[in-house]
């Protein structure tokens, strides 16, 4: 389970990108977390991987407070974590088995075991007929898809997908979506999708929870009306 107690970040220059933060996620949630630029969306989403430190209140991640965290346990706690990224984070020298099995080097798996995780992963996305192909020669969704496999490899509690679909042509974008819900169901993982395209969010009809001016505007659960204006701090 998340949890933001009354979270507020405050950066040195003054600017409050959280203020007051409530929100509670179940394990196995799909959830949508909406905002304009500016709406503190992307803040929340750093303080939640750890990225940043909050300046009052407390985030609790499956009971841990995390700012209590030494710093040598941030690695650690990391791992539960998968992270797909807008703009992919894909080591272009290597393939697209290797881009996976990287994320399982750090981990200390088996060669068998990393193997046998990279091919399920791929399986799982529609890749591994590419598995050997560099990751300069696929397209933009299969390297988002590539972006997820890797998110996905380890068996991670909870997957963040920063704006999965902004980068992917709109042919694309239901393929990418479809997994990402296919994995919430299947595995029962924790599923938080960061975007502001606002068709999308009322086509899957998830809970949705909208930020503006580093506030929760509002919190539905299947609702397919949203209207989320961002706000003007980050």
């Known amino acids: 389970m998340i949890e933001f107690k009354n979270v507020t970040k405050r950066y040195p220059n003054g600017t409050v990108a959280l203020n007051g933060i409530d929100l509670k996620i179940e394990d196995g949630e799909f959830v949508f977390i909406v905002g304009g630029n500016g709406s503190g969306k992307t803040t929340l989403t750093r303080l939640l991987i750890k990225e940043e430190d909050i300046t009052d209140g407390e985030i609790e991640v499956n009971g841990e407070k995390l700012s209590k965290m030494r710093p040598w346990r941030v690695p650690y706690y990391r791992r539960t974590l998968g992270m797909i990224f807008q703009d992919f984070k894909l080591l272009e020298q290597k393939t697209v088995s290797e881009n996976v099995t990287f994320a399982m080097d750090v981990v200390g ?3 068998k075991a990393k193997e046998l995780n990279a091919k399920t992963a791929l399986e799982l996305v529609k890749l591994l007929e590419k598995a050997h192909c560099k990751t300069h020669e ?3 969704g299969e390297r988002q898809k590539l972006a997820i496999a890797r998110a996905i490899v380890n068996e991670p509690k909870l997957i963040i997908a920063d704006e999965p679909t902004g980068n992917i042509d709109p042919a694309m974008t239901r ?4 997994l990402l819900i296919k ?4 595995f029962d993982r924790t599923v938080i999708v960061i975007t502001h395209e606002e068709q999308l969010v009322k086509y899957y009809k998830k809970r ?3 930020i503006e001016d580093g506030k929760v505007k509002s919190d ?4 397919a009306s949203v209207s989320c204006d961002g706000g003007a701090n980050e």
């Open 109 to 111: 798996k088996s060669k």
């Open 138 to 140: 696929i397209s933009g």
């Open 175 to 178: 393929s990418i979506m479809e």
């Open 183 to 186: 994995i919430n169901k299947q």
């Open 208 to 210: 949705v929870i909208c």
């Open 220 to 223: 539905e659960g299947g609702r």
